[in-house]
């Protein structure tokens, strides 16, 4: 079965605070997809990036970064500096290779305050 | 704006009408993706298409739901008989397709629209 879990269900930090957003997910495939995306008041979805499960190198983009360590079947994310405009609801995702539909974790509401 | 595309944005409607929303994918994208999520969870897959083929439904697709997808360029989602259960936000998203290999980076990237809020009274 394939399952992804987001421990934290809310975080709240103050404005310049690092903070790791949990991410473990359960496949018994050997190829797969792993995601980030944030949604916004607004409703959309935003995509931030995808790993692929053979290339575990981290990855930093800006003030943000990802860790990806097959052997605890994680994938976390942490902003580093948390502006106000980070908060938001950050949803973990997994896609199997011979999959179309992306499975989410229930997410993590991230609270910024100033 | 070239981003996938809803409409309506919000709906409300009374148990036992039907409504139906309507999906704008990216352009390029042939794949199109009907996503359900309700307070407090994560998007639940409903059903794809390729093209106008819609090749996957999942179990939360009931008989009172029906996609379409006419000429592969936009989608419509239907729900016949509301139930105030069906009350959720709707998402579509698009992406070019399925990898074929571990070189295909851009086909498996999901970009969604900002979502259909319905509310069953």
């Known amino acids: 079965a394939q399952k992804v879990t987001q421990a934290q269900t809310e975080i709240s930090v103050v404005e310049k605070e690092d903070v790791t957003l949990d991410c473990v997910y359960e496949t018994r495939d050997t190829t797969y997809y792993l995601f980030w995306y944030k949604q916004p008041p607004s409703g959309e979805l935003v995509f931030l990036i995808r790993r692929n499960s053979f290339d575990e190198q981290n990855e930093i983009s800006g003030r943000y970064s990802w860790n990806f360590q097959k052997s605890t079947s994680s994938f976390n994310f942490t902003i580093t500096a948390s502006q106000v405009v980070d908060s938001a609801v950050y949803f973990c995702a997994l896609l199997r290779q011979a999959g179309t539909a992306l499975i989410f974790g229930k997410g993590t509401t991230l609270s910024v305050s100033s | 704006d070239t981003g996938v595309s809803q409409n309506p944005r919000h709906k409300i409607t009374k148990r036992g009408q039907n409504v139906t929303f309507r999906c704008d994918p990216i352009?390029?994208?042939?794949?199109l993706y009907w996503y359900r999520q309700t307070l407090g969870q994560g998007p639940e897959f409903l059903t794809y298409f390729q093209n106008e083929a819609q090749l996957e439904k999942s179990r939360l697709l009931s008989d009172r739901f029906s996609a379409e997808r006419p000429k592969g360029s936009f989608s419509t989602l239907e729900i016949q008989r509301t139930e105030q259960g069906d009350s959720a936000m709707y998402l579509c998203?698009?992406?070019?397709?399925?990898?074929?290999?571990?070189?295909?980076?851009?086909?498996?990237?999901?970009?969604f629209g900002a979502g259909t809020r319905l509310s069953v009274l």
């Open positions: 998203a698009s992406s070019l397709g399925r990898p074929y290999g571990p070189t295909d980076w851009a086909k498996n990237i999901q970009y």
């Open positions: 352009s390029e994208h042939n794949r």
